[in-house]
């Protein structure tokens, strides 16, 4: 079994001197004697003592705690996010608490009334899918604790906010797919009132238009996952007047699609091309290997935790709420011709 957690109260216990004088050894306060600083210092890390750093947050009203909420750990992108984050944090001097919405809007709001309890010093965060409310981030602003959104961001709060550009690199993968022949494109979008959604859809529609191809409700589709995609596409296929092309919102749904198209006898990129939008491993080891729009979400997380610090750092009462937008480029591979 794994040893309890030391605490100051057992290093003063074992040395026969105070809680105060281990809190001050442990800080390295000169007021305490250089033998004594040594000596509970050793103790500490013989035994891997840890700060609580709750009750240090709670003790001190503040911390260098930042609290990151992501909609899935297991999403590339998301991931990515991550690692940026952690990259700058570390560098900084932050620590970062790690919590996962699974698009849940409950899960996020239980996630953001924790962070006030730990009393964060700021939220790093994108929305879950069904997340139409924003109270509780709200609640958030109110005491104090900033808040920077990525990728899916709130628009109705006044925060900082870092996004890729979604609208240019739907754009671009439209007309690519155009370009190299394709005359009925489908779009499989995510839920209307995410912002990425209205962006990647007006890309793809002024693409569509530029060239004069038009667009109906039936080339729009409400669908974001892999399972979707496999049980709607082919019935779309089975039509008189099928599309030979697919734009996605996310590789995940564009590697279903190619999986239906497959499994029907199409042949990719001939018959179908294909495009998503990540860039991340499923983009890499489907069979031909995806096309798609990178997103860069280590240069979105590193630009989201700097734009934290910076108002963290800032001595304005109101400081200026920045956006950044982080460049799409566009990642020819084999579903497309």
Same mark, same amino acid.
């Given at each position: 079994? +794994?040893?309890?957690?030391?605490?100051?109260?057992?290093?003063?216990?074992?040395? +026969? %001197?105070?809680?105060?004088?281990?809190?001050?050894?442990?800080?390295?306060?000169? /007021?305490? =004697?250089?033998?004594?600083?040594?000596?509970?210092? =050793?103790?500490?890390?013989?035994?891997?003592?840890?700060?609580?750093?709750?009750?240090? +947050?709670?003790?001190?009203?503040? $911390?260098?705690?930042? /609290? *990151?909420? %992501?909609?899935?750990? %297991?999403?590339?992108?998301? $991931?990515? *996010?991550?690692?940026?984050?952690? #990259?700058?944090?570390?560098?900084?001097?932050?620590?970062?608490?790690?919590?996962?919405?699974?698009?849940?809007?409950?899960?996020?709001?239980?996630?953001?009334?924790?962070?006030?309890?730990?009393?964060?010093?700021? *939220?790093?965060?994108?929305?879950?899918?069904?997340?139409?409310?924003?109270?509780?981030?709200?609640?958030?602003?109110?005491?104090?604790?900033?808040?920077?959104?990525?990728?899916?961001?709130?628009?109705?709060?006044?925060?900082?906010?870092?996004?890729?550009?979604?609208?240019?690199?739907?754009?671009?993968?439209?007309?690519?797919?155009?370009?190299?022949?394709?005359?009925?494109?489908?779009?499989?979008?995510?839920?209307? @009132?995410?912002?990425? $959604?209205?962006?990647?859809?007006?890309?793809?529609?002024?693409?569509?238009?530029?060239?004069?191809?038009? %667009?109906?409700? =039936?080339?729009?589709?409400?669908?974001?996952?892999?399972?979707?995609?496999?049980?709607?596409?082919?019935?779309?296929? #089975?039509?008189?007047?099928?599309?030979? /092309?697919?734009?996605?919102?996310?590789?995940? !749904?564009?590697? /279903?699609?190619?999986?239906?198209?497959?499994?029907?006898?199409?042949?990719?990129?001939?018959?179908?091309?294909?495009?998503?939008?990540?860039?991340?491993?499923?983009?890499?080891?489907?069979?031909?290997?995806? !096309?798609?729009?990178?997103? @860069?979400?280590?240069?979105?997380?590193?630009?989201?935790?700097?734009?934290?610090?910076?108002?963290?750092? =800032? +001595? #304005?009462?109101?400081?200026?709420?920045?956006?950044?937008?982080?460049?799409?480029?566009? *990642?020819?591979?084999?579903?497309?011709?």
């Amino acid at each position: 079994m +794994n040893k309890p957690q030391i605490t100051i109260k057992d290093i003063a216990r074992e040395l +026969n %001197v105070s809680p105060s004088t281990v809190s001050r050894g442990l800080k390295d306060n000169p /007021g305490i =004697s250089k033998g004594m600083r040594t000596k509970i210092q =050793s103790y500490a890390q013989k035994h891997n003592y840890q700060p609580n750093t709750l009750a240090l +947050n709670l003790r001190m009203n503040h $911390s260098n705690t930042i /609290g *990151v909420i %992501v909609p899935q750990i %297991v999403h590339h992108f998301f $991931s990515c *996010v991550l690692s940026g984050i952690e #990259e700058i944090a570390t560098q900084k001097g932050y620590n970062i608490i790690v919590a996962q919405s699974d698009e849940k809007y409950e899960n996020e709001v239980k996630i953001t009334q924790s962070f006030l309890a730990t009393r964060v010093c700021g *939220v790093i965060t994108s929305l879950a899918k069904d997340t139409v409310k924003y109270d509780h981030y709200q609640k958030l602003i109110d005491n104090n604790i900033p808040i920077i959104f990525y990728d899916r961001i709130c628009v109705g709060l006044n925060t900082g906010r870092v996004v890729v550009d979604d609208y240019a690199g739907s754009f671009a993968a439209v007309e690519y797919m155009i370009q190299t022949g394709c005359k009925r494109i489908f779009f499989y979008s995510s839920p209307p @009132h995410l912002e990425i $959604s209205k962006n990647r859809k007006n890309g793809y529609i002024d693409a569509m238009k530029k060239y004069d191809i038009h %667009v109906d409700d =039936s080339m729009i589709k409400l669908c974001d996952t892999r399972e979707e995609a496999i049980a709607i596409t082919p019935n779309i296929l #089975e039509s008189d007047n099928r599309p030979d /092309g697919f734009y996605a919102i996310n590789d995940e !749904t564009a590697a /279903g699609i190619l999986s239906a198209c497959k499994t029907v006898g199409l042949k990719i990129p001939d018959e179908v091309s294909i495009c998503g939008f990540t860039d991340g491993a499923i983009a890499q080891t489907t069979d031909p290997k995806l !096309t798609t729009i990178e997103q @860069h979400g280590g240069d979105v997380g590193k630009n989201a935790i700097e734009l934290l610090i910076e108002e963290l750092n =800032s +001595n #304005e009462e109101e400081t200026l709420k920045l956006k950044r937008i982080v460049r799409t480029n566009l *990642v020819v591979r084999g579903t497309t011709k």
